[in-house]
């Protein structure tokens, strides 16, 4: 069965650069949502997208930003990067808010920032 | 605002031993819970997902049950294996306030010993 597809799985980036990562969810699952895991810690929600709106917005800093397109892929797009900004991204997916099917994770990108 | 709780932070059992983990979360007000697996730098695996209506679900030498009320459920493995070696994350789907998206508790590292 078709998973949730991230691209790239890892990415190294210089401070004050720019990264955008990919997320495919799976087919027919109209709702995506974007997930930071710092070392030792658990998945913290970043943004979601409903029906390629803005569904909710979590603790994502302001050089963050995201979109869902047409096709329901959506990318997320982290500027001026930190070393803190470090991390797994996670991508998730679900047909409508989860509640009758859950959530399906991506395996991730790893983002390290040096 | 809704906070998971797992504990232990960390067990370690002998091969073959059944074992039980713990989630408790604060708000009752729960679409569904669901068990997740995380493997070491990896992405996150859905194990079990419980509806607010249900008391349990199982697969293979999984069990999990939920107490709503009491803000708890428990994830049961039967009969451990070394390939169970992981971190078992569980999530919650908010009925409703501001955090409309899974919620994570901070997971238990299960160590499995041959």
């Known amino acids: 069965a078709a998973g949730v597809i991230q691209s790239p799985r890892h990415l190294i980036k210089e401070k004050r650069e720019t990264a955008t990562l990919k997320c495919y969810p799976i087919p027919r699952h109209d709702t995506v949502y974007w997930y930071q895991q710092g070392p030792g810690q658990d998945p913290q929600f970043l943004i979601s997208?409903?029906?390629?709106?803005?569904?909710d917005k979590g603790s994502i800093p302001d050089r963050f930003s995201a979109q869902q397109f047409s096709d329901y892929h959506s990318e997320l797009n982290m500027s001026s990067l930190e070393l803190g900004d470090s991390a797994l991204y996670f991508c998730a997916s679900s047909l409508g808010r989860g509640m009758n099917y859950g959530y399906t994770f991506g395996s991730g990108t790893r983002l390290t920032v040096v | 605002k809704q906070e998971v709780t797992q504990i232990p932070a960390a067990l370690s059992v002998p091969e073959g031993e059944n074992l039980v983990l713990n989630c408790s979360f604060t708000?009752?007000?729960?679409?569904?819970l669901q068990w997740f697996r995380q493997d070491p730098g990896k992405g996150l695996t859905s194990l079990l997902l419980?509806?607010?209506?249900?008391r349990e679900q199982t697969s293979g030498r999984l069990n999990a049950s939920l107490d709503k009320s009491s803000g708890r459920s428990t994830l049961y493995i039967a009969a451990s294996q070394p390939g169970d070696s992981a971190t078992y994350l569980c999530?919650?789907?908010?009925?409703?306030?501001?955090?409309?998206?899974?919620?994570f508790g901070s997971g238990t590292q299960l160590t499995v010993l041959p």
């Open positions: 997208f409903y029906e390629k709106m803005q569904s």
């Open positions: 708000d009752s007000a729960i679409y569904n």
């Open positions: 999530a919650v789907l908010p009925f409703s306030g501001s955090a409309r998206q899974l919620t």
């Open positions: 419980i509806q607010s209506s249900q």
